[in-house]
């Protein structure tokens, strides 16, 4: 039985052992990760998808400012490699949006397939007259408002706005796992 659940710490080495197998080390160079660096997922929105205790899923949420208007980032989503199209990744996507619409944001943006996106209700109808700041497929740049209206007439680049990572002073001197 898979259940979808908050992250807790002691889920991010096996969380990043799951995005090193599902996505491999490409994952550090893309645009979203500049967004996502050295910030924490937006509160309560790091999910993870749990099978007899292993990870088999992960999605985290983080937040930005799309042309001012404040919205979520998505990503990454990945399955374990062996578990894809048993329908996870699906089950953390209603997942996340629900909990991002009960918690109150507006609109969630992603850079990724659109025909997989397209059935949770993202297309790139919002993100015209929005960039990503770095290099990415406009094609691939999605937004779905969870308020009608809350990327109206945004433009601009997405800039990141969550929480800072706070490295204790005595950490800083300890080799750090990079976490996406």
Request: aromatic fraction near 4%.
């Amino acid at each position: 039985m898979i259940e979808v659940r908050s992250e807790f710490l002691s889920d991010i080495d096996a969380r990043e052992d799951l995005l090193d197998a599902a996505m491999g080390e490409a994952r550090f160079k893309k645009t979203s990760a500049r967004l996502r660096e050295n910030r924490l997922p937006a509160d309560g929105l790091a999910l993870i998808a749990e099978e007899d205790g292993d990870v088999v899923g992960t999605v985290r949420l983080w937040n930005v400012s799309a042309g001012g208007r404040d919205a979520l980032l998505l990503g990454p989503l990945a399955v374990a490699p062996d578990r894809q199209s048993a329908g996870i990744g699906g089950r953390l996507m209603r997942a996340a949006i629900a909990r991002a619409e009960e918690l109150g944001h507006g609109a969630i943006l992603l850079v990724g397939d659109a025909p997989y996106y397209a059935r949770f209700g993202f297309s790139t109808d919002a993100t015209a007259k929005l960039r990503m700041p770095g290099p990415y497929e406009r094609s691939r740049f999605l937004a779905r408002e969870l308020v009608p209206g809350a990327l109206s007439g945004a433009s601009g680049v997405l800039k990141a706005t969550g929480a800072l990572v706070q490295v204790p002073a005595a950490a800083e001197a300890l080799p750090l796992r990079v976490a996406a």
